[in-house]
Nanobody
Framework: QVQLVESGGGLVQPGGSLRLSCAVSGSVVSFNVMSWYRQGPGKERQLVASINSGGLRYHADAVKGRFFISRDNAKNTVDLQMNSLNIEDTAVYYC????????????????WGQGTQVTVSS
């Protein structure tokens, strides 16, 4: 059974930084695409960043230049470094994995983590 466990969320002041981590276990093979999504209050879940097994990255426009996704294929982990956080970044952040091509955006996430709360507030 595949399990994804996120960590690293919390409360941070505007302009601060946080680093989220997601560990994938229970899979004999690694998933090609590992991603971070977020769901803010009253909003739909949206893609924040993705990275494939070859290191190709995608960052949503809202976080480009502030967030950076990375992965360790040997450890089956994916991290999200978040800098210059603002109030609009407040959300529950979810780790998700899937197979398929990096830009096959219609491909659904096959496994989700439980989510970790990030709150940006002064």
């Amino acid at each position: 059974q595949v399990q994804l466990v996120e960590s690293g969320g919390g409360l941070v002041q505007p302009g601060g930084s946080l680093r989220l981590s997601c560990a994938v276990s229970g899979s004999v093979v690694s998933f090609n695409v590992m991603s971070w999504y977020r769901q803010g209050p009253g909003k739909e879940r949206q893609l924040v960043a993705s990275i494939n097994s070859g290191g190709l990255r995608y960052h949503a426009d809202a976080v480009k230049g502030r967030f950076f996704i990375s992965r360790d294929n040997a450890k089956n982990t994916v991290d999200l470094q978040m800098n210059s956080l603002n109030i609009e970044d407040t959300a529950v952040y979810y780790c998700g994995v899937r197979d398929g091509a990096m830009y096959d955006w219609k491909r659904e996430v096959s496994n989700w983590g439980q989510g970790t709360q990030v709150t940006v507030s002064s």
